[in-house]
């Protein structure tokens, strides 16, 4: 059965740590990850991530994909309060056409 | 990008009332999305819109409690049906565009009393 799984499901730090959310997956046919925060309702898009290796970054927040052990990394660096969110992995497997498979998210509560 | 509006942004509704939830698009796609997020939960798809078709739905989704319109390429339609409390979700459409990432609306929080 597919699957994503993410770790942990719940992290607390304070302002200026470093923190390393995971998402590991099992699918058919793996075409891409995508990684989202969401805040209130509405998920806004991080990055997307379609190669091994290749590390993604924009400002403080970066994101890499490892394809042969099947899982990706969000790092945030100097972690503010406003990056207080749920962040979801999502992966596209030729299996579910054009949509995702979401995994649990990882709720992060930054303390001031 | 895609822009998507959606509306309400949140209602409060009977048991045993409908709501119908809007998504309009600023530009035309091929294939709109429906996903529910429960309490604590992930988001869920509950179907795929397409435009001249009927709309598909996932396992666990019927047509009858979850009907679906989509009369173009800019809009689409989700009505949920005889509501019950357990329907208290966030409910969330959203696009893509070829092989890029989902644009989401700003989501419909429902809660049901």
């Known amino acids: 059965e597919d699957k994503v799984v993410q770790s942990p499901l719940s992290l607390v730090v304070h302002e200026g740590d470093t923190v390393t959310l995971n998402c590991s997956y099992e699918?058919?046919?793996?075409?891409?990850l995508l990684w989202y925060k969401q805040e209130k309702k509405a998920p806004t898009f991080l990055f997307m991530l379609t190669s091994s290796g290749i590390e993604k970054k924009s400002g403080r927040l970066s994101s890499i994909l490892d394809k042969k052990e099947l899982f990706s990394i969000l790092n945030i660096t100097a972690t503010q309060t406003g990056d207080s969110a749920i962040y979801l992995c999502a992966v596209e497997a030729h299996a579910y056409g054009q949509n995702f498979v979401f995994g649990p998210g990882t709720r992060l509560s930054v303390l001031p | 990008s895609a822009v998507i509006s959606q509306k309400p942004s949140r209602d409060i509704c009977q048991r045993g009332t409908s709501l119908t939830i809007q998504c309009q698009v600023d530009?035309?796609?091929?294939?709109m999305f429906w996903y529910r997020q429960q309490p604590g939960q992930s988001l869920t798809l509950i179907a795929t819109?397409?435009?001249?078709?009927?709309?598909?739905?996932e396992s666990g989704f019927v047509i009858d409690k979850f009907p679906i319109s989509r009369p173009n390429l800019t809009f689409s339609t989700l009505t949920v049906s005889n509501m019950s409390p357990e329907d208290s979700s966030i409910y969330l459409c959203s696009v893509r565009q070829g092989a890029t990432e989902a644009f989401f609306g700003q989501g419909t929080r429902l809660t049901v009393v």
């Open positions: 530009s035309q796609v091929t294939m």
């Open positions: 699918v058919t046919n793996f075409r891409s």
């Open positions: 819109a397409n435009q001249g078709s009927e709309a598909t739905y």
